[in-house]
């Protein structure tokens, strides 16, 4: 599934490319780490220069302002198609067990993910209108797809509209961890695994059951 990214501005200030590509990192690093401590609003350029020893006279030759930083980070931890949906690796489920496959798919999700989970959630309030729009088309196309799959899997007509429903309840629960990690703090990491592939793969049997 190809997913259209967000998009960045042309600075092109600086000649040098690897010592731009450099600059974006430390800067992209340090905002990252100041808008989930303090959040997108309470965070400013001068806070991000500070932390990432970019000198404030010369950020803007690198970044066209703090939302330009917030959009380059999305697409870095969010559109980046880095680990497989659910959708492939069902495509491509041959003989594993089902709870097996969905719990790779939480672990690598829960974990590999998990700042970008925490940056869409609380940044959401303050992108711009077309941000807004490219990161909703985004997960639609990904609900859509894990849809199709479900139906297919469980020989459902075109109107039956249970598959949406599921597939956007497995998307929402690939952000329970991250969302919610302060909940589970005393439990082990795999009892919650497991806890919750089991639940979702019930969820899918009982599907193609009805």
């Not at 600075?11 to 905002?31: S, Y």
């Not at 001068?46 to 803007?60: H, K, L, P, T």
């Not at 659910?86 to 999700?109: M, P, S, V, W």
């Not at 590999?112 to 196309?141: C, F, I, N, W």
């Amino acid at each position: 599934m190809k997913e259209e990214k967000l998009t960045e501005a042309v600075v092109g200030k600086v000649q040098d490319a690897a010592l731009t590509e450099a600059r974006l990192e430390q800067i992209c690093d340090a905002a990252l780490e100041l808008f989930l401590e303090k959040g997108f609003a309470s965070t400013t350029i001068r806070d991000i220069c500070a932390r990432s020893g970019v000198n404030q006279a010369s950020i803007y030759d690198y970044i066209a302002n703090k939302n330009d930083i917030l959009r380059r980070l999305l697409n870095r931890l969010w559109f980046e198609h880095d680990v497989p949906s659910l959708a492939e690796r069902l495509n491509r489920q041959g003989e594993r067990a089902l709870t097996d496959i969905i719990a790779d798919y939480l672990k690598e999700t829960w974990s590999h993910k998990r700042q970008g989970t925490l940056l869409v959630y609380r940044s959401v309030p303050y992108l711009q209108a077309d941000d807004r729009r490219a990161m909703r088309a985004r997960d639609e196309a990904v609900i859509a797809t894990l849809a199709e799959r479900l139906r297919e899997r469980a020989g459902l007509p075109e109107q039956d509209r249970r598959p949406e429903v599921m597939a956007n309840l497995i998307i929402f629960i690939s952000a329970f961890a991250p969302m919610r990690d302060w909940l589970g703090r005393d439990i082990d990491d795999e009892l919650m695994l497991r806890t919750v592939a089991a639940g979702v793969a019930a969820m899918i049997e009982e599907l193609a059951r009805g």
